[in-house]
């Protein structure tokens, strides 16, 4: 099988026993919808400095939605001995890495297209800028999250406290992503500046957290 | 198995040579150095502020280097090196953070500002704490000096991504005026005074680090030998 192939299996396979399951998506969901209207009790955004802050709120809902899914992601291989199988598998490392990307990123993507009109109903808002624009931000965010969030799903996947570690480690290392993102979308909520900037940074961003997860991924998963 | 007992006779010499080089920190911090016009005495806090700054930048490169050459060669000395180095960095990380407000409160009027240095500063220090974390964590697995191994080469890698965010979010938003700070033409008793601290601390490190680098082959030679005993004790009662 080619490395994409192999790439599109494990994507397909995940995918595939998620709807069969829905041990993660209903749970993830419900969980991040509980955030946006906790949110919306303690503030109603009406200036433009509230406005502002939606953003943060919005990405803070995709943030948790985005935890739930990562920490599925390995753990659902232990049944079975799953991820031992994987790992013995004539397949490269990387291309599994990837599938789970792939598969991790629809997950999130779905979550995200649920919860954004949810929020621009609760919240009373609109996207005054370049809504485009902003469908890009949000790929490249996500994919910025769950790129170095499924390298270390595969790591804490066998620690006794990994719900705690794993968030420990992505939220530091996604800070440029997070400020990136929330910047982004705050220009688009507010229909004033330029989100240029805020694309280039996420786009340097993926590139180089890409490169070095896929350098690095046989390496941890060996160890796991 | 061949890890001596004692620290090396090296290490109490420059343990001496690290107290003479504090003292004369402290005296040229101040005493020698001149008192800035408009900040007071308060300004000489910058001698240790900047000082502990630059060496746990050094300890954090040492780390990233360290882990560099543990995931290449796999050899758990480079790992001992490098989770000594980030251990000693976050502690000089910490003087910098804690010096930072006292200097600040009394010059700028406040303890903190989301400026792009403080800010990022601050993020690095969370990424080395992360990283002592992960190793307490997962101190029981076997993997744990490759996954810390990797974690430290990718918080290493954030820390310019951070600061080049950071300062594009700060400019996008109208900052706190900052007023002081070390100016362009500093005096050359003030420049000498921060390089014997910087040198002082330098010093320091390297005692601390090699201490602690020590403390980590002794421990794991001390598992081997328990493990080796666990074997030993398991033949003789079958």
Redesign the interface.
């Known amino acids: 099988m080619s490395y994409w192939a192999v790439s599109r299996r494990i994507m397909a396979k995940d995918l595939v026993s998620e709807a069969r399951t829905r041990e993660m998506t209903n749970a993830m969901l419900f969980f991040a919808l509980l955030v946006l209207v906790l949110f919306s009790f303690s503030f109603q955004p009406t200036s433009d400095e509230e406005r502002r802050l939606a953003a943060g709120v919005l990405w803070i809902a995709f943030l948790f939605a985005g935890l739930s899914v990562l920490d599925r992601s390995f753990w659902r291989e232990r049944v079975n001995d799953c991820l031992d199988a994987l790992r013995l598998a004539p397949a490269s490392a990387s291309a599994l890495f990837l599938g789970k990307c792939a598969a991790n990123v629809l997950f999130l993507l779905l979550a995200e297209g649920i919860l954004v009109p949810l929020f621009l109903v609760f919240f009373d808002l609109s996207f005054r800028g370049d809504v485009g624009q902003w469908l890009l931000v949000l790929v490249l965010g996500t994919w910025a999250l769950v790129v170095n969030g499924t390298f270390f799903a595969a790591m804490t996947v066998n620690l006794r406290s990994r719900e705690l570690m794993l968030p420990l480690l992505l939220l530091p290392i996604s800070v440029p992503a997070l400020i990136a993102v929330v910047e982004a979308t705050a220009t688009a909520l507010l229909g004033e500046g330029a989100m240029g900037v805020w694309i280039r940074v996420l786009i340097a961003f993926d590139v180089i957290y890409t490169t070095l997860a896929l350098l690095l991924f046989e390496t941890v998963l060996e160890g796991t | 198995m061949s890890v001596e007992r004692a620290l090396p006779r090296w290490w109490f010499g420059l343990v001496g040579v690290t107290g003479v080089a504090l003292v004369l920190g402290v005296l040229h911090a101040l005493w020698w150095a001149p008192t800035e016009r408009t900040m007071g005495t308060v300004q000489r806090i910058f001698y240790y502020h900047v000082s502990s700054a630059w060496t746990a930048f050094v300890a954090f490169f040492v780390n990233f280097l360290a882990c560099a050459a543990y995931?290449k060669t796999r050899r758990p000395k480079w790992d001992a090196v490098a989770v000594s180095a980030a251990e000693v960095g976050v502690v000089f990380s910490t003087v910098n953070l804690v010096t930072g407000p006292i200097w600040a409160k009394p010059v700028w009027g406040i303890w903190w500002t989301w400026d792009a240095r403080l800010t990022s500063t601050l993020?690095m220090w969370?990424?080395y704490v992360?990283y002592l974390?992960?190793r307490q964590?997962?101190a029981e697995?076997?993997?744990q000096r490759?996954?810390a191994a990797?974690?430290g080469?990718?918080?290493f890698?954030?820390v310019p991504?951070?600061y080049?965010?950071?300062r594009?979010?700060r400019t996008?938003h109208p900052g706190p005026v900052i007023a002081g700070g070390e100016q362009s033409g500093i005096d050359p008793r003030m420049f000498l005074a921060l390089h014997v601290c910087f040198l002082a601390f330098l010093l320091l490190f390297v005692v601390l680090f090699y201490w602690r680098y020590r403390l980590e082959q002794q421990r794991t030679e001390l598992a081997e030998l328990r493990a080796r005993l666990h074997r030993w004790q398991l033949e003789r009662s079958v």
Do not use: E, G, M, Y
Request: hydrophobic content about 75%.
């Open positions: 995931l993020v969370l990424l992360s974390l992960l964590f997962a697995q076997p993997s490759l996954w990797a974690f080469i990718f918080a890698v954030d991504i951070v080049l965010s950071i594009l979010w996008q």
